[in-house]
């Protein structure tokens, strides 16, 4: 392969795990508290949609990318409510979640498509670093989103592994009755991360919509939504493994891609299979590896004072 | 006054009948305010729905028509929801079905008549039962979450339809913007009733429903499955064999939905070609919920939700997004999970019993940290 190639290939993986990372990051949190949020896909593109079109109306990437987490939190406190309040069953909630967010982004984005917008977020040229040869084109070449998402990697890994406020959140999902008991209001810290978790799934969408392919096509999530959800298994509730997991998903997609635009005789369509297999594949390989730590041991389990 | 709510000791029957009705209607309502709130007329899109969908009797037979492919998908979610296995793949099962069947009328297009059929029968089956084991192997051996597996191979299925349709299946001489294979034979065609589009599926369906009512309140099988599904400890205890039963299980749901995938290009389609599914998969999920997986009440609710795919459709004759069904189906999704709630726990309000206060709170607190 050619110097160029290759440069594309590393920029799409960088370009191309952001999405799945955010997503990916959101999920974690959430799912440190003890609940399983399988609606991401839908909150994405809502998120999508909001992110788009308030920035259209705005003239604002940021005011969109702003309304993008709103509408993701909203979007999470519905789900809290089904999930935490009304004790239903998490993973049927999560899908009814995502079909009403998809359908609803389906609805109201449908004047929206083919409508090119002004605002969206563009390379962040840095001074120095983006100029270096080589290493700049690597590292340094991408819009503020893509170091961001970066940024929260060790971030959230510190403050869910080392910080107080981190300690409480992972009690809320390890053993609730305890945390309960220690005068942790459960309730309200799962209602609270569920929240800032969808938040996060809506950035991811608005990330689509205002920075990686600027515009609003139905279904543009294409899936990424539950490709996160898996990263988020597979890397055992961890920031640093969903990096990981985001990077390598990534990269295989990036390697699609350039394979369609140089023209190969594969067809687009197995190409574009590439990563849900990875996905299966990654799921395979280290659950069963992950078997000493399956994740909060509360996970998915409605919280009920009483007991029932 | 504050809401407070209690489990109820015994569910009275009328209540699971009301309920699931009370949440598909509280649905349609609050999807009419937010039609209403953003600028549509709730009345107009659900009068086209309605009209398009029971208006005549063609429209009556294309409800119908719809309802074949989800009631077949529906059982099967549903059979695999009585073992708590959420088979959310069955919109992939239903394209392997598809293509397992079509592979017979396109590469054997001089098989006997008596012999075409059948055999598209039983490859359908064997398609989307063998899709499902794919995620079902892993699910019963190691532990790994069948929701996201068969999501995955949904996506899977789809891009291989439209890889073997503009591919090595594509009709050479056909036309080039909208690629297709080849159509089948008139012996691959399943027969029709009278001149409408309706087609044979309806019985498969039909008699699917009956046998698998029979089975599953019937004989110790059905039984074991109600008992793997509500407590395996206990039913590993008892010398149930679990692995094996959720293979079996989830290869007869995704047999279903092959099933429905055969019926689809034999009875409609006659020929592979890109998302020929109207998200009878996704929709399927839904029935069998609001069914609570038996499968009499599916027949019901199937066809009540052939109605709204048609109307779907429909929508896009007055220029909206047929989404506006996806959303309505989400939110009825969501009105069954608060119905659920409304029938396992008795609401009322009450005035917040006087609770007796702490001295000092922060003093405990403090002593306890």
Not at chain 2, 328 to 336: D, K, N, Y
Request: proline share 5%; charged share 10%; aromatic share 10%.
């Amino acid at each position: 392969m050619t110097q160029a190639l290759w440069l594309s290939v590393i920029q799409g993986a960088f370009l191309l795990s952001t999405p799945v990372l955010l997503a990916a990051l959101g999920g974690v949190l959430t799912a440190r508290a003890g609940i399983l949020n399988l609606g991401v896909e839908g909150i994405m593109l809502v998120g999508a949609f909001t992110g788009f079109s308030v920035a259209m109306t705005s003239s604002s990437a940021w005011v969109g990318l702003l309304a993008a987490m709103l509408a993701g939190a909203a979007l999470g406190l519905l789900f809290a409510l089904f999930s935490i309040t009304l004790r239903a069953n998490q993973i049927v909630a999560g899908l009814a979640l995502t079909m009403f967010a998809t359908g609803l982004s389906g609805y109201l984005g449908k004047p929206w498509i083919g409508v090119v917008s002004p605002a969206v977020f563009g390379v962040l040229r840095l001074p120095l670093l983006s100029d270096l040869p080589i290493m700049g084109e690597i590292f340094f070449r991408y819009n503020l989103l893509v170091y961001l998402s970066y940024l929260l990697v060790p971030f959230l890994w510190y403050f869910i592994f080392r910080s107080r406020p981190g300690l409480r959140l992972r009690s809320a999902g390890e053993n609730p009755l305890a945390a309960d008991t220690m005068g942790i209001n459960v309730i309200r810290l799962r209602y609270l991360y569920t929240a800032v978790g969808s938040a996060l799934a809506g950035a991811a969408g608005a990330y689509l919509s205002l920075a990686y392919t600027p515009g609003w096509i139905e279904n543009m999530t294409a899936g990424r939504g539950w490709i996160a959800v898996a990263l988020m298994i597979f890397s055992g509730y961890n920031p640093i493994g969903v990096l990981a997991g985001s990077l390598l998903f990534g990269a295989v997609s990036a390697i699609a891609l350039r394979a369609q635009a140089a023209g190969t005789a594969i067809s687009p369509f197995l190409l574009n299979m590439m990563p849900y297999i990875l996905t299966v594949l990654a799921l395979l390989v280290t659950t069963r590896r992950n078997r000493g730590k399956p994740g909060p041991a509360f996970l998915g389990v409605a919280y009920d004072r009483e007991g029932h | 006054m504050k809401l407070r709510w209690e489990r109820r000791l015994d569910v009275p029957k009328w209540l699971l009948v009301v309920a699931p009705a009370a949440a598909v209607l509280g649905a349609l309502l609050l999807g009419a305010m937010l039609m209403l709130a953003t600028g549509t007329d709730p009345v107009k899109v659900y009068g086209v729905m309605l009209k398009y969908s029971f208006g005549s009797k063609n429209d009556l037979a294309e409800t119908g028509v719809k309802m074949i492919p989800l009631l077949l998908c529906s059982l099967g979610v549903g059979m695999a929801m009585r073992m708590q296995l959420w088979n959310v793949g069955a919109e992939g099962q239903f394209y392997a079905g598809a293509i397992a069947a079509a592979w017979l009328p396109l590469f054997h297009p001089d098989l006997p008549a008596g012999i075409m059929l059948p055999g598209m029968f039983a490859l359908g089956l064997l398609g989307g039962g063998i899709w499902a084991l794919l995620a079902a192997i892993p699910r019963a051996y190691w532990g790994i979450d069948e929701v996201i597996t068969t999501l995955m191979f949904n996506y899977i299925a789809v891009l291989g339809v439209a890889y073997l349709a503009t591919g090595p299946w594509q009709d050479q001489n056909g036309n080039r913007s909208f690629p297709a294979s080849p159509l089948f034979v008139e012996t691959a065609h399943l027969p029709t009733f009278g001149d409408t589009r309706m087609h044979l599926g309806l019985i498969f369906g039909l008699v699917a429903a009956v046998i698998l009512a029979l089975v599953l309140s019937r004989t110790s099988w059905g039984y074991q499955i109600r008992v793997i599904g509500e407590s395996p400890k206990a039913a590993k205890y008892a010398g149930m064999q679990v692995a094996r039963n959720i293979l079996l299980v989830m290869f007869l749901s995704g047999g279903l939905a092959g099933l429905a995938g055969m019926t689809e290009v034999s009875g409609i389609v006659h020929r592979i070609q890109p998302e020929f599914s109207a998200g009878y998969g996704f929709s399927a999920i839904i029935v069998a919920a609001l069914a609570r997986g038996n499968p009499l009440a599916t027949v019901l609710v199937s066809f009540l939700f052939g109605a709204l795919i048609v109307g779907g459709f429909a929508l896009q004759t007055v220029n909206m997004s047929s989404k506006v069904v996806l959303m309505l189906q989400g939110a009825i999704l969501f009105a069954v999970l608060a119905s659920d709630f409304f029938v396992h726990y008795r609401v009322h309000f009450a005035r917040r019993p006087r609770a007796i206060q702490p001295v000092n709170q922060s003093a405990d607190r403090k002593a306890l940290s």
